[in-house]
């Protein structure tokens, strides 16, 4: 078992920055792929990011590439999600989830393990 537990979301108003951090704890966190997925009300969860378990490798949304930067420290088993030109249509619950895998996948239906989210409002 792997255990998320998001945190860093809030109010801001648009261009603001936000950085989220996500802490596991549990099985080993390194042997995992890493990904942020966000939800909308009344819309299905959508990938934002991803990075591989060594953090060498990370993919990206076309609608946050050159805002968002993932990132991991496996050391305190954490990993980020630095937000930059925050946009309304960012406003969403953010999850972070972690895959069995060693690269980031874009299907949220193949991530194992998801945290309980955190909710970023951006507004105009």
């Known amino acids: 078992q792997v255990q998320l537990v998001e945190s860093g979301g809030g109010l801001v108003q648009a261009g603001s920055s936000l950085r989220l951090s996500c802490a596991a704890s549990g099985r080993t966190f390194s042997n995992y792929a890493m990904g942020w997925f966000h939800q909308a009300p009344g819309k299905e969860r959508e990938f934002v990011a991803g990075i591989s378990w060594r953090g060498r490798s990370t993919s990206y949304a076309d609608s946050v590439k050159g805002r968002f930067t993932i990132s991991r420290d496996n050391a305190k088993n954490t990993v980020y999600l630095q937000m930059n030109s925050l946009k309304p249509e960012d406003t969403a619950v953010y999850y972070c989830?972690?895959?069995?895998?060693?690269?980031?996948?874009?299907?949220?239906?193949?991530?194992?393990?998801w945290g309980q989210g955190t909710q970023v409002t951006v507004s105009s």
């Open positions: 989830a972690a895959d069995d895998s060693v690269w980031p996948r874009r299907e949220y239906r193949e991530y194992d393990y």
